[in-house]
């Protein structure tokens, strides 16, 4: 009986409600961090007539969802409408956002209480005293530290009036929304890149002697502007200037935008503006920042050597994290742990190890530049498009393996590789550790170091050996800081058998290194010298056995003179065998015939030359261009991480795009022109051609399928 009542009451007020004009939104939903609905700013909507209806969201304490423009990440709020026939939904009127920084990302989000208002255009036959239900699917992410994809099935009754009021409750509210949501007012904005500082100056109207602390630029477009760094405020009478750091569509290599949009935010307000390109005018500036931002857009904006050498140390420090480099590092880090508890030995392992890294980077970059300066094409990591270097490196890595797992021992230390320098403690492994690091390091392109590398082999022999040492000091630094600071090392038991366990697990990643070679040799020189190597290494590990023996026989009061020879013997056929097949090399037969070959579900590469780029050029195709090399772990990374994918495929097809990849795998002095008509002496490099024939736009060194599958769409269009 009271259930029925209930719904008699309920039937009632809704049917009192309809008949007073009123808008009755539908139930709240909780979505689980967010309770969402529907409110209408009046109490209907005229024939014809439009009514902001918001999309009301509380949203629990330290979470946020994202504006049109998440930042750095995020999702934008979605909103889908299902109206009557005739009625229309217009744009979102986005309020203006907060900064939500999370470690090195910034997004620009809501947190609280937010309303997104919408206008809705009733049809222009809508009968009054009718109520037309609107029903919104609202889709968004909801962030903390995690985020959360949430969505939301809203609806509200609306009455067809002839005379809208506002409505009691909401109008007030969804009014002052409204009121303060950014809008045009009439700024003039222009935008000019200079050097590394992106400059946008805003003057007039609003802006003439207003408050301008804090003021901050949404742009509309995420790829304008670094979003994390910096914005610096120059004051002036008429306005204001920022420099901020440019983003992608500045500094990727294409053709810089045209407009930029967005909002300049103030403690005056909020305005919408399209920055043309042109010069700040004076106005826009004078009073200028405080000092600590002018120097930290001072910092943001040098460039020339200063920056060349900052990107080098920078990429050199990546470059330890590149998987080619691991194994032999993981050798310095057993010899590091065997002296945690000998402070003087530790700082020597160090400084050697420096010594050997600086020298053999100057060593390489001199004779790149010599090289180069003979008319020679070759790049950073030329050593590595030879054969006969691979077919000794791998050999080498093969050895090092074996002595770290106890086959043979070499001295005292596994540092003692190549050396019986036992009684220096191990400081002429350090060197060759370091020197070995180097070698097998340069074919990986770190981030940061393309421009740097690029820089320095157009400058002076003595900036460019500048260049080369700002990155070897970045590459050495991270172990010379361990070596110098005894609390880290102290943190290791003492030196003990768990040394020599050690020692024999971090061989693994030697024998991988080893592999990896082999295989890369098998991409310049084909099966049959592949084969030749691999019998090589067979034999290298017979005489590393033997030689082991011996030692053995030595230790315990024998003869092991036979052995030693014979174990000699086995090692210099190997490395003549492996010679003998580099030397005689041919490369696998499709790569020389240009064939293509698969690179994923359904992407086809094809082989790259001048002449087919113009080609497809001409039939209005977009291209990407890979250059690439079996030596180039990030090259490999790359295409198994962002260019095998069926999505990849899907967009290439529906754009009619084509793969084409460079193989610089071998020495190939067309090639070789091509990187340095991009300012690059290294790969990998990731170009794409638009299919209207404008600029090509150069990709970031690491992608993702995200990326390479909006520069598609952006080429084909």
Not at 537 to 552: R, S
Request: charge should be neutral.
């Amino acid at each position: 009986m009271f259930l029925k009542r209930a719904v008699l009451a309920l039937q009632a007020l809704l049917a009192a409600s309809l008949l007073a004009g009123v808008a009755l939104a539908g139930p709240v939903v909780n979505s689980g961090h967010i309770q969402s609905e529907l409110v209408s700013q009046e109490t209907g909507v005229a024939p014809g007539g439009t009514v902001y209806v918001a999309l009301r969201q509380k949203i629990i304490p330290g979470w946020h969802t994202y504006w049109r423009n998440p930042g750095d990440a995020g999702e934008a709020t979605k909103i889908t409408w299902t109206l009557p026939a005739g009625w229309k939904a217009g744009d979102m009127v986005w309020p203006t956002p907060k900064t939500a920084r999370l470690g090195p990302l910034l997004d620009y989000a809501y947190e609280g209480e937010v309303f997104i208002p919408v206008p809705i255009t009733a049809a222009a036959n809508a009968q009054v005293g009718t109520t037309i239900s609107l029903t919104a699917d609202v889709f968004y992410l909801v962030c903390e530290q995690v985020c959360v994809p949430e969505e939301a099935k809203l609806s509200l009754l609306l009455p067809v009036v002839a005379a809208p009021a506002a409505d009691p409750k909401w109008g007030p509210v969804v009014g002052e929304v409204l009121a303060k949501a950014p809008k045009p007012a009439g700024l003039k904005a222009v935008f000019k890149l200079d050097g590394q500082t992106l400059k946008l100056a805003v003057t007039g109207g609003p802006l003439k002697g207003a408050d301008m602390a804090g003021a901050y630029f949404f742009p509309y477009s995420p790829k304008v502007i670094e979003h994390a760094a910096d914005q610096v405020v120059d004051r002036g009478p008429e306005g204001l200037t920022l420099s901020l750091k440019p983003g992608y569509d500045f500094v990727g290599g294409g053709t810089a935008p045209t407009e930029m949009a967005g909002v300049i935010a103030t403690q005056a307000g909020a305005w919408e503006i399209t920055a043309t390109p042109g010069e700040p005018p004076a106005t826009a500036a004078g009073m200028g920042p405080p000092p600590a931002e002018k120097a930290a857009a001072d910092g943001k904006a040098s460039g020339g050597l200063a920056g060349a050498l900052l990107f080098a140390f920078v990429g050199g420090l990546i470059l330890n994290l590149m998987p080619c480099v691991f194994p032999v590092l993981s050798m310095k880090a057993a010899s590091l742990a065997g002296h945690a508890h000998d402070a003087g030995k530790a700082r020597l392992q160090g400084l050697v190890f420096l010594l050997g890294v600086v020298s053999t980077f100057l060593a390489l970059a001199g004779l790149l530049l010599v090289v180069r300066a003979g008319g020679a094409a070759v790049g950073w990591g030329f050593q590595l498009q030879s054969p006969l270097v691979i077919a000794g490196l791998s050999l080498l890595m093969l050895l090092v393996a074996l002595n770290m797992s106890g086959v043979f021992e070499i001295g005292t230390s596994v540092q003692n590789v190549g050396s019986s320098a036992s009684a220096q403690g191990g400081a002429t492994g350090a060197f060759f550790t370091g020197a070995l690091a180097v070698v097998v390091a340069a074919p990986c392109t770190a981030p940061f170091m393309a421009g740097a590398l690029g820089y320095a082999l157009t400058q002076p022999p003595v900036v460019a050996l500048a260049v080369f040492l700002a990155l070897a000091l970045g590459f050495a630094a991270p172990f010379v800081a361990v070596a110098f600071i005894p609390s880290l090392l102290k943190l290791l038991p003492r030196p003990g058998a768990w040394m020599d366990v050690l020692k024999k697990g971090l061989a693994f990643p030697m024998y991988g290194a080893a592999l990896w070679l082999a295989w890369v040799f098998a991409q310049q020189s084909g099966p049959i010298a592949l084969g030749q190597l691999l019998a090589a290494g067979v034999l290298a590990a017979f005489g590393a056995w033997l030689h082991g023996v011996a030692q053995n026989r030595r230790a315990a009061g024998k003869g092991g003179m036979v052995s030693t020879i014979i174990a000699l013997l086995a090692v210099a056929g190997a490395i003549a065998l492996a010679a003998s097949g580099a030397l005689a090399a041919q490369p696998p037969s499709a790569a020389a015939a240009g064939e293509a070959a698969p690179s994923g579900p359904g992407l086809t590469a094809e082989a790259w030359s001048p002449e087919k780029v113009k080609a497809l050029q001409a039939e209005g195709r977009p291209i990407l261009v890979d250059f690439t090399a079996a030596w180039c772990v990030t090259c490999q990374v790359n295409e198994k991480v962002a260019l095998s994918g069926s999505k990849v495929a899907e967009a290439f097809k529906a754009r009619n795009a084509v793969y084409l990849k460079a193989d610089w795998t071998n020495r190939d002095p067309v090639i070789a022109k091509a990187l340095a008509e991009f300012d690059r002496v290294g790969v990998p490099l990731y170009v794409v051609y638009p299919k209207g024939g404008g600029a090509p736009v150069i990709l970031p060194q690491l992608l993702t399928e995200g990326l390479v599958i909006e520069a598609i769409d952006k080429a084909g269009a």
